[in-house]
Nanobody, 125 residues
Framework: QLQLVESGGGLVQPGGSLRLSCAAS????????VTWFRQAPGKEREGVSC????????NYLDSVKGRFTVSRDNAKNTVYLQMNSLKPEDTANYYC??????????????????WGQGTQVTVSS
């Protein structure tokens, strides 16, 4: 009913590219900041990138700066994560999460209202 659905994950060679999509249904994503999180097996969840509700502010995990780009198309109710120059350490399950409060980014996962189920990204070596 009200959900976020990630897509675009898969198996890719080191140095390759992948574009993830986060599509909302049942609510207007344009009111929400969206963060991409990732979690590798046995590792803690970490925030990868966030874009605010208007799309004018973005931030990135230091290890992905210059390689990943977050963007959004509010008319399509969708947020994207373009991942270039992928490395084995990028291997993880990637989740998107939406935050209503002021449409602003926040680092903590507890601050987000909706979560997708995740899409697996595997970078082989």
């Amino acid at each position: 009913q009200l959900q976020l659905v990630e897509s675009g994950g898969g198996l890719v060679q080191p140095g390759g590219s992948l574009r993830l999509s986060c599509a909302a249904s049942g609510f207007t994503l344009g009111y929400y900041a969206v963060t991409w999180f990732r979690q590798a097996p046995g590792k803690e969840r970490e925030g990868v990138s966030c874009v605010n509700s208007r799309g004018g502010y973005t931030n990135y995990l230091d290890s992905v700066k210059g390689r990943f780009t977050v963007s959004r198309d509010n008319a399509k109710n969708t947020v994207y994560l373009q991942m270039n120059s992928l490395k084995p350490e990028d291997t993880a399950n990637y989740y998107c999460a939406a935050r209503r409060a002021f449409g602003l980014c926040a680092q903590g996962g507890n601050d987000y209202d909706y979560w997708g189920q995740g899409t697996q990204v595997t970078v082989s070596s």
